[in-house]
């Protein structure tokens, strides 16, 4: 014993313990060569001084623990036992990239195969939420990727989103179609004013249904494609109905739209229906419907693209955000300003289906397909035409030989080039 305590290759020996007449004792460490030998300096040292596994468990720093557990992934055996792994080198380098996603220069020339994980990532970590963040970081996303983040937006009657996101609705770009009914937008709204921006000129759908426009925040939509041909020169299907201050006044500034293909106007304030029908006939081949169009049931425009989720956190947090503020109705507390009495009224909804709204009374007009005026079609017209010449009861032989011989011309025309012929030609 006294030589395990005067050896120097044991630097820390510990408490040692002695069994003498059946008691257990600790031996005394104040013994001067035991002293001696532990107060030389140790060569190495692992861990610094004070390092304690306990104190690193209990820290109340939620960074410092979300640091520690972020690097493993927990999961259960069927025993109960709890079994962690590290995790990838991709997923650690993925997940600090999206903690930092708004200090990125750019991404143009980045995998987009990546970019959607990073995108999902700090997705997941609600980056996009943040106020300054969140907008750098979308328009890093969106300057490089375009329609993949998104490329098709439905705002409908999500107007306190549109107030409360405004800048990071403006940052999509290449979007197709756009969804703002029910959002009383008006005509001075800045958002109206960016839709004749270049960044949207791909926008080929359109709905503005009851949004409080006029003949003046139609004439400003409709600008710089009459006046430089540029902005929603691209635009096949608008929906303007539910906004009784558009007048005829208003619908003739529709006719620089040379690609509209369906219109909807339905609900407006327009006093000559007539005139507006043979107007929008003549200027841009726009037929009135009879029956209802699908298109504009509402149901195609979805929000679709990489950001679909961002837009239902936005609306969350707006709401969440709104919710303190109404411990009263907003017209309640309007009310009580300005001293004014309560009146009951109905709440207001958006019009989307008027089930009282007759299918004469809906003005949706559409253009027409025109016939396809190849072989094959007047190959079929020239048969049901002999075939109804035959049908007819010719009184003279002479004539029925003079309408043959007369048709024999016309029946080369139409069937020198076969089904396939025409196929061909059409293949190029």
């Given at each position: ?140 996303f969106t300057e490089a990727y ?49 839709l004749t921006n270049e960044a ?229």
């Amino acid at each position: 014993m006294s030589y395990y305590l005067s050896s120097e290759n044991h630097l820390d020996p510990g408490p040692i313990y002695v069994r003498e007449n059946g008691q257990l004792h600790m031996v005394n460490l104040a013994l001067d060569g035991v002293r001696s030998s532990l107060q030389k300096p140790r060569p190495f040292r692992l861990f610094p001084k004070g390092f304690s596994v306990e104190l690193c468990m209990n820290r109340e720093d939620d960074t410092a623990r979300k640091e520690k557990t972020d690097h493993f992934i927990f999961t259960y055996t069927r025993e109960g036992n709890l079994r962690y792994s590290a995790k990838s080198l991709f997923s650690l380098v993925l997940g600090f990239i999206s903690d930092n996603v708004d200090h990125i220069d750019s991404l143009i020339g980045f995998p987009e195969q990546i970019a959607e994980k990073l995108f999902s990532a700090a997705e997941a970590r609600q980056k996009f939420t943040e106020p300054g963040a969140g907008l750098r970081a979308l328009q890093k996303f969106t300057e490089a990727y375009g329609s993949l983040v998104l490329c098709s937006l439905c705002l409908r009657n999500r107007y306190l989103v549109i107030s409360e996101k405004l800048e990071e609705i403006k940052s999509f770009r290449e979007l197709t179609c756009l969804d703002l009914s029910c959002c009383k937008l008006g005509d001075e709204h800045e958002l109206l004013e960016h839709l004749t921006n270049e960044a949207l000129s791909s926008v080929t759908q359109l709905h503005l249904k009851d949004n409080c426009l006029s003949d003046a925040g139609v004439r400003k939509m409709t600008a710089p494609v009459r006046v430089m041909k540029r902005g929603l020169e691209n635009l096949t299907l608008l929906d303007l109905s539910c906004n009784p201050e558009i007048t005829d006044a208003g619908i003739g500034y529709l006719f620089s739209f040379r690609k509209l293909n369906c219109l909807d106007i339905s609900g407006t304030g327009l006093k000559d229906i007539k005139t507006v029908k043979h107007k929008l006939q003549t200027h841009i081949g726009l037929v009135h419907s009879k029956v209802p169009l699908k298109e504009f049931d509402h149901s195609n425009c979805k929000t679709e693209g990489w950001a679909d989720q961002i837009v239902l956190q936005w609306e969350r947090v707006t709401a969440e955000a709104v919710k303190p503020r109404e411990t009263l109705e907003p017209r309640t507390a309007a009310q009580r300003f300005y001293g004014k009495r309560s009146r009951a009224e109905a709440p207001l909804k958006c019009p989307l289906t008027d089930p009282h709204m007759n299918s004469s009374e809906k003005l949706q007009f559409y253009k027409e397909k025109a016939p396809d005026c190849h072989g094959p079609v007047l190959k079929h017209e020239a048969i049901s035409s002999q075939e109804s010449k035959k049908s007819k009861k010719r009184p003279f032989e002479e004539s029925e030989t003079e309408q043959n011989n007369s048709s024999q011309p016309s029946k080369q025309k139409y069937v020198c080039l076969a089904v396939d012929d025409w196929d061909l030609l059409n293949s190029y």
